[in-house]
């Protein structure tokens, strides 16, 4: 049974910064896409940002490009948001996912084809 546990939200002023962590199990991780999606209240989910098995290609959501950096430990199974500058509407629930193909696509983001879903991690900006 595939588990994703996402780590690190809280609340920050704008501007601030937040790693974010989702550490998985169940699954060959090494050779799985994982992306970040994220929902605010009251609002359809976003994908954030994905990245492919390897870390050697990702892909960002127009909104956060240039403030926030994926990564992942493949010793470690383990995915990373690194999110900077952050604004009001960052604010959401933070999610991640997983799904058993090397590669991710901007289209991933989009429709959200993702197989396995973590519980969430709540992120509060305030200005």
Known sequence: QVHLVESGGGSVQAGGS?????????????????????????????????????????????????????????????VYLQMNSLRPEDTATYYCAAVDRSYCYESDLRYGAMQYWGKGTLVTISS
């Open 18 to 78: 937040l790693t974010l962590s989702c550490e998985a199990s169940g699954l060959t991780f090494v050779a799985a896409a994982m992306a970040w999606f994220r929902q605010a209240p009251g609002k359809e989910r976003e994908g954030v940002s994905c990245i492919n098995y390897n870390g050697g290609r990702s892909y960002f959501a127009d909104s956060v490009k240039g403030r926030f950096t994926i990564s992942r430990d493949n010793a470690k199974n383990t």
